[in-house]
T-cell receptor, first 110, second 113 residues
Framework: DAKTTQPPSMDCAEGRAANLPCNHS???????VYWYRQIHSQGPQYIIH???NNETNEMASLIITEDRKSSTLILPHATLRDTAVYYC???????????FGAGTILRVKS | DGGITQSPKYLFRKEGQNVTLSCEQN?????MYWYRQDPGQGLRLIYY???????QKGDIAEGYSVSREKKESFPLTVTSAQKNPTAFYLC????????????FGPGTRLLVL
């Protein structure tokens, strides 16, 4: 599985968009980009995933660069409840495990 | 309500004691996983199972054992051979067609007395 690099922490004002970057320069053609988040002392929650096209769901948008070496998770209107650790993972869709790194701590402030 | 349940929420282990953590899912998922999380760290895979009566070691299987006798259940035993068991344990499941989309339980926090 490709290694991903994320900033250790970010701050965002409540109501503003939160843009979380992720570098995955060694991603291979069959690897998807997955995003999860983990609120303190809870299990991780799946957010979104994509291969090469941009994706959007009710929680977030995922923008993947054309060369697929990086991506950005966008929370369009961050709330205090979005404060969590966000994990970016590159993995084959039919692999057997996800590799969770340290992630990015997002703090949403009022 | 479909989902994954883990019990207990907190578990205390004495030195030399084996303890078993429960994980049940009613999502009709074929695959189930156990992860360990230490403070400030990401998750590390202990064991996974893609089908009943079959399971494979993950990255840190030493000192742990599992069974998969039913599709819905994947209990994890932390044996006395695991010298540093204090951690947050997370169970997850997925359909075989979407291994990257895993659904997690609320976790069990294991503490050593």
């Amino acid at each position: 599985d490709a290694k991903t690099t994320q900033p250790p922490s970010m701050d965002c004002a409540e109501g503003r968009a939160a843009n979380l970057p992720c570098n995955h320069s060694t991603i291979s053609g069959n690897e998807y980009v997955y995003w999860y988040r983990q609120i303190h002392s809870q299990g991780p929650q799946y957010i979104i995933h994509g291969l090469k096209n941009n994706e959007t769901n009710e929680m977030a948008s995922l923008i993947i660069t054309e060369d697929r070496k990086s991506s950005t998770l966008i929370l369009p209107h961050a709330t205090l409840r979005d404060t969590a650790v966000y994990y970016c993972i590159a993995s084959p869709q039919y692999g057997n495990k996800l590799v969770f790194g340290a992630g990015t701590i997002l703090r949403v402030k009022s | 309500d479909g989902g994954i349940t883990q019990s207990p929420k907190y578990l205390f282990r004495k030195e030399g004691q084996n303890v078993t953590l429960s994980c049940e899912q009613n999502l009709n998922h074929d695959a189930m996983y156990w992860y360990r999380q230490d403070p400030g760290q990401g998750l590390r895979l202990i064991y996974y199972s893609q089908i009943v009566n079959d399971f494979q070691k993950g990255d840190i299987a030493e000192g742990y054992s599992v069974s998969r006798e039913k599709k819905e259940s994947f209990p994890l035993t932390v044996t006395s051979a695991q010298k540093n068991p204090t951690a947050f344990y997370l169970c997850a499941s997925s359909s075989l067609a979407g291994v990257g989309t895993q659904y997690f339980g609320p976790g069990t926090r294991l503490l050593v007395l």
